[in-house]
C-alpha cells in the first residue's frame, strides 16, 4: 500500500519570499504521479503541479516548481515569490500509472503574511 | 464551461439515518470519484465510477454506497448514519479513468447529531 507524509502540519512565510514545503511517499510501484494540490479556505481543490515519475526534469509551472528525488522517495514544492493568495492547505497526492484513486498526504497549513 | 456542482453544500442529519450526496461533473468528463475528508483523517478515498461502473473502491464499510448515471452524474449514499460520518464530502471529476487530472467540486459538509 501506498503512504503520503507531509511532516509539516504549519508554516507560515512572509509575503514575496520563498517557502518550501515537504513531502514524502512510500510505495513499491515504478510507475506513479505526484501532485500538489491546494485547498484555500472554504474554496474548492484546485491542482496545482504534477510530476510523472518516468521524468527526471522536474514540473514548473509559474511559481510553483518542485523537486522531485525519485529514490529518496521525496517530492517538496517551492513556491517562489510568495502571495497572500497562497495562504491554503497544501496536500501532497500519489497516484499509481493507471490507477485512478489518489492517496493523499495529511496536508500543511500555509499562512502567507502581510 | 460549468465546474463540478455538488449537491445539498450543507446536510444536518441524524444518527441512524441514511442520507444522498450528488455531484454533476464536468460537461464531457465520464469519471467520477468522491473522497470523505475529515481533520483526523485527512482525504480518504471512498470509490470511483466510470461509464456506470464502479472501477474503484477504497476502504469503507458497506454502509457507502454509490452509482453512476448515463449522463455521469452521481450519487453516494451512506445509511445508518454514525457521528463518525460527520465529514466534508468531496467529488472530483476527470476525463476518463486512468492517470487525468481530477477536478474538485466544493463538497458537502454532512454533520451528523
Known amino acids: 500500500a501506498q503512504t503520503v507524509t507531509q511532516s509539516q502540519p504549519e508554516m507560515s512565510v512572509q509575503e514575496a519570499e520563498t517557502v518550501t514545503l515537504s513531502c514524502t511517499y512510500d510505495?513499491?510501484?515504478?510507475?506513479?504521479?505526484l501532485f500538489w494540490y491546494k485547498q484555500p479556505p472554504s474554496r474548492q481543490m484546485i491542482l496545482v503541479i504534477r510530476?510523472?515519475?518516468?521524468?527526471?526534469q522536474n514540473a514548473t509551472e509559474n511559481r510553483f516548481s518542485v523537486n522531485f528525488q525519485k529514490a529518496a522517495k521525496s517530492f517538496s514544492l517551492k513556491i517562489s515569490d510568495s502571495q497572500l493568495g497562497d495562504t491554503a492547505m497544501y496536500f501532497c497526492?500519489?497516484?499509481?500509472?493507471?490507477?485512478?484513486?489518489?492517496?493523499f498526504g495529511p496536508g500543511t497549513r500555509l499562512s502567507v503574511l502581510p | 464551461k460549468a465546474g463540478v456542482t455538488q449537491t445539498p453544500r450543507y446536510l444536518i442529519k441524524t444518527r441512524g439515518q441514511q442520507v444522498t450526496l450528488s455531484c454533476s461533473p464536468i460537461?464531457?468528463?465520464?469519471?467520477v470519484s468522491w473522497y470523505q475528508q475529515t481533520p483526523g483523517q485527512g482525504l480518504q478515498f471512498l470509490f470511483e465510477?466510470?461509464?456506470?461502473?464502479?472501477?474503484n473502491k477504497g476502504n469503507f464499510p458497506g454502509r457507502f454506497s454509490g452509482r453512476q448515471f448515463s449522463n455521469s452524474r452521481s450519487e453516494m449514499n451512506v445509511s445508518t448514519l454514525e457521528l463518525g460520518d460527520s465529514a466534508l464530502y468531496l467529488c472530483?471529476?476527470?476525463?476518463?479513468?486512468?492517470?487525468?487530472?481530477?477536478?474538485f467540486g466544493p463538497g458537502t459538509r454532512l454533520t451528523v447529531t
Open positions: 465510477y466510470f461509464s456506470e461502473t464502479q472501477r
Open positions: 472530483a471529476s476527470s476525463l476518463a479513468t486512468g492517470n487525468y487530472e481530477q477536478y
Open positions: 510505495t513499491s510501484e515504478n510507475n506513479y504521479y
Open positions: 497526492a500519489f497516484q499509481v500509472a493507471y490507477g485512478q484513486n489518489f492517496v
Open positions: 460537461s464531457g468528463h465520464r469519471s
Open positions: 510530476q510523472e515519475a518516468y521524468k527526471q
